[in-house]
């Protein structure tokens, strides 16, 4: 059986019920929560794009998810795909890059980022595990730190509480 850390969240729609159907659909269809943080409201964090039809940049929520599954990663992130699909996620076409080649973000209704899968070190196109920018989010650690503190960042060597204490 693998363990998987995940992020949920998001910042548009009723927020707290798109989460509690977000922990529903993963306990189908990717595997049993065996832990699960509080819910921390955020700020956005990093530059956010203007998309048609979006509602604007508010707070976020977010909360951390530990499961357990068979599933392998590339198999837990298409399922992590398509349940943000279902609860009314919609990518920009051509890409995420703003005009300075920065990464931009948007609004979304639910998001299901793979922070760790087990201890391994996972870099493909479609996945990085563990999360790349993990380490830089006081709304990733915070939640993380709550549940699995002493878990340890195959890449970095620190654990979960050390990273949040430095952040």
């Known amino acids: 059986m693998n363990r998987v850390a995940l992020l949920i969240g998001g910042n548009q729609g009723d927020r707290r019920a798109l989460m509690a159907q ?91 980022d793979i922070i760790f899968y087990n201890d391994e070190v996972i870099d493909t196109p479609e996945l990085t595990v563990p999360h790349p920018r993990m380490h830089e989010r006081r709304f990733v650690l915070e939640p993380l730190a709550e549940i699995i503190p002493e878990y340890r960042h195959p890449v970095l060597k620190k654990t979960v509480g050390e990273m949040v204490v430095g952040s």
């Open 22 to 112: 977000a922990r529903e659909l993963i306990g189908e269809r990717i595997g049993r929560v065996v832990a699960a943080s509080g819910v921390y409201e955020s700020e956005p964090w990093g530059t956010f794009g203007s998309e048609s039809g979006e509602l604007g940049v508010g707070n976020f929520l977010n909360q951390a998810l530990v499961v357990e599954t068979a599933l392998t990663a590339h198999e837990v992130l298409a399922a992590a795909m398509d349940i943000e699909s279902e609860l009314g996620r919609r990518r920009p076409q051509g890409g995420a890059d703003g005009p300075k080649g920065e990464r931009v973000y948007h609004s979304r209704t639910m998001d299901i």
